[in-house]
């Protein structure tokens, strides 16, 4: 696939979560005084023509002027967003993204973006497993998705058996987010005082 200024995918945010373990909305947490989401967004911005919001409710997302779709099957988790947002996306091919990622690497995702020709899905794979929720994946993967769905699993990585999945190890992309902080997770509030301690003392 050739890259031009701006792919022709679309850049998904999943923001369906029910953030129970940081007690409140994790999308709008600050980090240097920017709402996580809205520093995503910015990267998918750049990099893509359009960005949409999946949530299990619109209404809080509304007001950032962005496309927000509710999930068309409710309670499935991430799988379902990833559904609703295959579904929902104008490109065959989408970047999903969890919503409490807040250090997207642009040259990362570019590289990614290089991937997909062969595959219905490019995933990055680190020390710490697959990163399903920081991958592409084609408009292909939606029967499969639903089939999973309708067995009742609602693990992203239990559909890539059924679809041809390409993995990127971190050996691969190390040099362009050699800390790996493009899949930082801001899931608790010691998660967001470790990264404010390190943000501090830089």
């Known amino acids: 696939m050739t890259l031009e200024a701006k792919s022709p995918i679309t850049g998904m945010i999943l923001a369906g979560g029910r953030s129970i373990r940081m007690g409140q909305d994790k999308a709008f947490i600050e980090v240097d005084g920017i709402p996580i989401i809205l520093r995503i967004f910015a990267v998918l911005d750049r990099l893509f023509p359009e960005t949409i919001i999946v949530a299990n409710e619109e209404e809080p997302y509304g007001k950032l002027g962005i496309p927000v779709y509710s999930d068309l099957i409710p309670g499935q988790g991430a799988l379902g967003g990833l559904y609703t947002g295959l579904v929902r996306s104008t490109f065959s ?45 084609s408009k292909k993967c939606v029967e499969p998705i639903r089939h999973v769905l309708e067995l009742g699993i609602t693990k992203v990585v239990d559909v890539y058996p059924l679809i041809r999945l390409g993995i990127v190890d971190e050996k691969e992309f190390l040099a362009l987010d050699p800390e790996k902080r493009s899949f930082t997770n801001v899931n608790t509030p010691e998660d967001l005082q470790m990264i404010q301690k390190k943000r501090a003392s830089h």
């Open 93 to 137: 091919y989408a970047f999903c993204v969890a919503c409490d990622m807040p250090f997207l690497s642009h040259p990362l995702i570019h590289y990614l973006l290089g991937k997909i020709d062969q595959y219905d899905a490019v995933v990055p794979h680190t020390s710490d497993g697959l990163q399903p929720l920081h991958a592409i994946y």
